[in-house]
């Protein structure tokens, strides 16, 4: 038996994101800079933050933003300038964004305008520099990620199943104890591959396995 499900071997057994929202604030030259990260689990999420943040801010001159969300080699990364010049403020916040090694999260960052211009280097420093300040007050934490299974086995067996799933960093989260037993086990991404050809051939087969698809 093989295991036909899909599988992306570039899927990361954990990602780093943030557990709550953090803010941030600082002047340069006489402009003020408020900033504020969010838990964005999708664009809707993350485009409601940004919304928000520009209502209650609307009489600010700039909210500029960055997304950056995924748990794949390719995130889906986004920034808006909203008015300054390119590359001053939306980049400079996805950066910041970047260097935490941050995903499904969002940056705004407001500006109220001194009356001193900050030059294209200014901004991005005073831009980048906001976000980080709101980054490093948010909490972060490890969000793990992996595959769910549905097993059905003989209660003989139950051993040899809970064998499998401590080797491959695994654990069940439901059971069902009827005429045969049903599990239902998350597995990391690392450890999920091959998972169910393992099960059928420590088994010979006597284990019906397949995988839960995704919410």
Same mark, same amino acid.
């Given at each position: 038996?093989?295991?036909?499900? &899909?599988?992306?071997?570039?899927?990361?057994?954990?990602?780093?994101?943030?557990?709550?929202?953090?803010?941030?604030?600082?002047?340069?030259?006489?402009?003020?800079?408020?900033?504020?990260?969010?838990?964005?689990?999708?664009?809707?999420? $993350?485009?409601?933050?940004?919304? #928000?943040?520009?209502?209650?801010?609307?009489?600010?001159?700039?909210?500029?933003?960055?997304?950056?969300? !995924? =748990?794949?080699?390719?995130?889906?990364?986004?920034?808006?300038?909203?008015?300054?010049?390119? !590359?001053?403020?939306?980049?400079?916040?996805? $950066?910041?964004?970047?260097?935490?090694?941050? &995903?499904?999260?969002?940056?705004?960052?407001?500006?109220?305008?001194?009356?001193?211009?900050? #030059?294209?280097?200014?901004?991005?420093?005073?831009?980048? !520099?906001?976000?980080?300040?709101?980054?490093?007050?948010? %909490?972060?934490?490890?969000?793990?990620?992996?595959?769910?299974?549905?097993?059905?086995?003989?209660?003989?067996?139950?051993?040899?199943?809970?064998?499998?799933?401590?080797?491959?960093?695994?654990?069940?989260?439901?059971?069902?104890?009827?005429?045969?037993? &049903?599990?239902?086990?998350?597995?990391? =991404?690392? !450890?999920?591959?091959?998972?169910?050809?393992?099960?059928?051939?420590? &088994?010979?087969?006597?284990?019906?396995?397949?995988?839960? %698809?995704?919410?």
């Amino acid at each position: 038996m093989t295991d036909q499900s &899909t599988f992306d071997p570039g899927l990361p057994d954990s990602v780093r994101v943030l557990a709550g929202p953090g803010q941030g604030e600082m002047t340069e030259q006489r402009s003020r800079f408020l900033a504020f990260a969010f838990p964005a689990p999708d664009e809707t999420a $993350a485009r409601e933050a940004i919304a #928000g943040v520009a209502r209650r801010y609307h009489d600010a001159r700039h909210a500029c933003s960055a997304w950056r969300l !995924g =748990h794949g080699l390719l995130p889906h990364e986004h920034r808006n300038d909203d008015g300054e010049p390119s !590359g001053t403020a939306g980049e400079p916040l996805l $950066a910041a964004i970047r260097k935490r090694e941050l &995903t499904d999260c969002v940056v705004v960052v407001v500006r109220y305008f001194g009356g001193v211009k900050l #030059g294209t280097g200014g901004l991005a420093r005073a831009y980048g !520099g906001a976000a980080a300040l709101a980054l490093d007050a948010a %909490p972060v934490a490890d969000l793990p990620l992996g595959r769910r299974f549905r097993l059905r086995f003989p209660y003989p067996l139950r051993r040899v199943i809970e064998h499998l799933l401590h080797a491959r960093g695994g654990r069940s989260e439901a059971e069902d104890y009827a005429v045969e037993v &049903t599990w239902e086990v998350w597995l990391p =991404h690392s !450890g999920s591959r091959g998972f169910t050809a393992a099960v059928f051939e420590a &088994t010979a087969g006597a284990v019906t396995a397949e995988e839960i %698809p995704q919410a």
